[in-house]
């Protein structure tokens, strides 16, 4: 009997216990949490990985970190789809920067390959191959530094003229390789081995340039931030406020560190330079491309 009432004792506390619990423990349904600055808790979310969510706190499988809480209102719940919005968690933890779109001249260093040709007395050529593609930064009056492994201690000079006894260049471009031939007269011709001065004028001989080519002030875009879709070029720009505008872009000329805009930014455009992938993969992944 002493049992029993011991026992009865036991089931009434921890029905007390269960029922002060429960009443200073409310429940909150899944997929509403509210955080204790009284917002409501979307998800949570890799802040390095912004494609990792859950519905509830954790690490991310990939990186290890803690995953942060996005709340409403700073999560991509814009109807805008060509806008990413990420809270500041996010932007720190993927190390977020931008440059400002401005003019400026896009520089371009081509490595050109060719050989010396009709090397006499008074005249050498230096013939090398120029790509369709690079022809832009190609033009009359442009001087070259040539190199010659068979001349290793002295550097030549060369200069693509309009009127000299040779053509410029082939006019009818290789079709296999969408290449022709640039000729740059020598300046000081010949072109002399060591230890055969004056006896013999070799033709054929390897050589090689480094061409800097620079283009007029332009509008122009850092190419770390150029995202290359199978849609062609884009890059993000900064909205502020978290939120970052996919921008599709018409390039032109592309140089080592910048690539010419002939449309789809303005100057002044603060577009992100890193970051940039991470933000495409949140964006793909919410708008289910």
Known sequence: MKTKFILLLLVVAGGAGAFWYFKTHPVTPAGATTAQSGRKILYYQSAMHPWIKSDKPGKCPICGMDLVPVYEGDASTTSDTNLVVLNADNVTAINVKTEAVSRRPVVRTLHVIGSIQKNSATAAWFVFTVYERDLPWIHIGQTLDISLPSVPDRVYHAQIKLHSTEAFADRNLDEMSDSTK???EITEAPVEIPGFEGHAYFNGMHAESHIRAATTDVLAVPRSAIISRGSGPMVYVDKRGGGYEARPL???????????VLGGLD?????????????DAEAQLTSGR
């Open 182 to 184: 640039i000729r740059a």
């Open 250 to 260: 018409k390039l032109g000329r592309t140089g080592d560190n910048y690539a010419e």
């Open 267 to 279: 100057e002044g455009d603060k577009v992100v330079t890193n970051g940039g992938l991470l933000i």
